[in-house]
């Protein structure tokens, strides 16, 4: 199975993960308690991340060691969200926050280089 030149996935968790960080402050302004800000985090870095893998994989970007650092920030950024659920207990009570978003990102993150690699095999 190859990857498709198109973007309709991570293009709507991109703009899903800026419209719940945006809505997540609204409600901290607010002085609402929530979790959309790191939900967002999520949503956002693991979009971006897997978008900057399946451009390089797709041949449209070169892969340069910047690159590649900047999808392991990405990355990095998503485990944040994570460790912030772990270290305020918050990880039973929002597990979709803390948990499933996450995991979901890296999750499709590594599927796509999967997917790639076993492209590159088959050439």
Not at 21 to 46: K, P, R, Y
């Amino acid at each position: 199975m190859q990857l498709k030149n198109r973007f309709w996935g991570s293009t709507t968790a991109l703009v899903l993960g800026a419209l719940s960080i945006v809505s997540g402050l609204s409600m901290a302004g607010q002085g609402q308690n929530n979790t959309n800000v790191e939900a967002g985090m999520a949503m956002l870095f693991g979009a971006l991340a897997y978008r900057s893998l399946k451009k390089r994989s797709l041949g449209l970007k070169k892969t340069t060691t910047s690159s590649l650092i900047v999808e392991y920030v990405y990355l990095a950024l998503v485990a944040v969200v994570i460790l912030l659920g772990v270290m305020a207990g918050l990880l039973y009570q929002n597990p979709f926050t803390y948990m499933f978003l996450p995991l979901w990102s890296f999750g499709a993150y590594f599927v796509a280089g999967m997917m790639n690699k076993e492209a590159r095999k088959k050439e």
